[in-house]
């Protein structure tokens, strides 16, 4: 396989009308149908597929053969047994290829293999305190040596997930805030002459919004919006089935949009960019007024001086007033920023994605509030606010997703001849 182009766009149109190219196509759309739905039989597939049976039969032949997928027996209910009929369902082999997956957090490395549907094999994850560019570099040739080695499954591409700014046009990582200087790093280059295997590197928001279109629960959404909560806010967006970067790759730092003209200077160079405005910090902040006048009780220990995000919505999900008012504050700012891009983009489908330690939707229900109430209250325009299927492990996932992507549109061929 050869390395990655530069200057690439994600989920390209394909070109051409010969018999080879349709026949790709096919056969990675059919691909994409077993993967990411549910028991999936040669005539349903032929009905989505729109294809004779005998076209949908040669192209599950090369896929058998090719040992990607394989036919099992499958008993589905109580009248197919009756009749003593037993479905024939198409399934990945036991033997289809695997993708690893890298995602490249402040403090966390993590990398994993996962298949075709997105289901993940193996994991190991590196915590570090400071590294520069070649630890970066060979902790991560590390994390996939130590996962390939005694895998009998071929490996056949690397998803990079990386914090951001990224450039998925020129395949950077660009310039990280507080990342110890790294920058300007052709990652999906470097990892490819280490590894030998193609390589493509995603914003980790637009890597979240990936990983929901194709495996989520938002998979026959054509426009959706996924809120990445997490050091920052990052927002990732899927227009008419494909992701969006931008013309330059770099789209989806929603955290340094302005709610405000007039407020303080950014690092970034802007002013009042909403990540000024909702973070754990002012949440502590809030908190710490909101204590000296309220004297009910609280989940939230008096003793101790700050909270993390964990501690906040832990609370909040009890209910604790503390703890909910400064989440209320954190979604109020928030919701200034999506209303702008609910205006600009006209989207209804939001998934916010973020770690928690409690199953809680108090996130995505007081942005709910926030966001069906005031100016769009009366357009009849209702936004669907739904917590991401992945919690905050959606940008790893999508580090599969990135991949499983360009073969599920036929740009990068894993079928044998």
């Known amino acids: 396989m050869s390395p990655p182009e530069k200057g690439r766009r994600l989920m390209p149109a394909l070109h051409g009308t010969n018999l080879t190219n349709v026949k790709e196509k096919n056969r990675a759309l059919a691909l994409r149908l077993i993967s990411t739905e549910q028991s999936v039989s040669r005539a349903n597939l032929a009905r989505s597929m729109h294809l004779t049976k005998t076209t949908l039969g040669n192209i599950v032949s090369d896929l058998i053969a090719s040992d990607i997928i394989k036919e099992y027996t499958y008993s589905s209910s109580e009248t197919d047994s009756a009749l003593g009929r037993k479905p024939i369902i198409l399934d990945l082999s036991p033997n289809s290829p695997l993708i690893m997956g890298m995602l490249i957090k402040r403090n966390l490395l993590s990398g994993i293999l996962a298949d075709l549907k997105g289901r993940i094999i193996a994991q190991k994850d590196c915590k570090y305190d400071s590294l520069d560019q070649d630890t970066l570099i060979e902790t991560l040739v590390q994390l996939y040596e130590q996962l390939r080695k005694g895998q009998r499954r071929e490996i056949v591409a690397i998803g990079i997930s990386s914090l951001g700014p990224v450039d998925t046009n020129a395949q950077k990582l660009t310039t990280p805030a507080n990342f110890w200087g790294i920058h300007d790093l052709a ?111 609280t989940l939230l220990p008096k003793e101790q001086e700050t909270y993390s995000w964990d501690d906040i919505i832990t609370a909040a999900a009890a209910m604790d007033f503390l703890a909910m008012a400064a989440l209320d504050e954190f979604c109020g700012y928030l919701s200034y920023a999506v209303r702008n891009a609910i205006h600009l983009l006209d989207v209804s489908h939001i998934i916010v994605g973020y770690d928690t330690p409690v199953e809680t939707t108090v996130v995505e229900d007081t942005l709910t509030t926030k966001l069906n109430s005031g100016p769009m209250s009366n357009t009849g325009h209702v936004i669907d606010i739904v917590k991401s299927s992945f919690g905050g492990q959606a940008p790893l996932i999508g580090s599969i997703a990135v991949v499983t992507d360009k073969i599920f549109n036929g740009e990068l061929n894993i079928f044998k001849s």
């Open 187 to 297: 990652l999906p280059e470097i990892i490819h002459d280490r590894t030998g295997l193609p390589a493509y590197l995603i914003h980790d928001s637009s890597a979240g919004a990936l990983a929901e279109k194709i495996y989520g629960s938002h998979t026959h959404s054509d426009n959706l919006l996924y809120l990445h909560i997490m050091n920052g806010i990052g927002a990732g967006y899927i227009f008419h089935g494909n992701i969006y970067d931008g013309d330059f790759g770099q789209s989806g730092e929603l955290g340094h949009t302005s709610i405000n003209f007039a407020g303080p200077s950014c690092s970034c160079g802007n002013r009042g960019c909403l990540e000024l405005y909702a973070n754990v910090e002012n949440m502590n902040r809030h908190i710490r007024e909101l204590r000296a006048i309220y004297k009910g009780p």
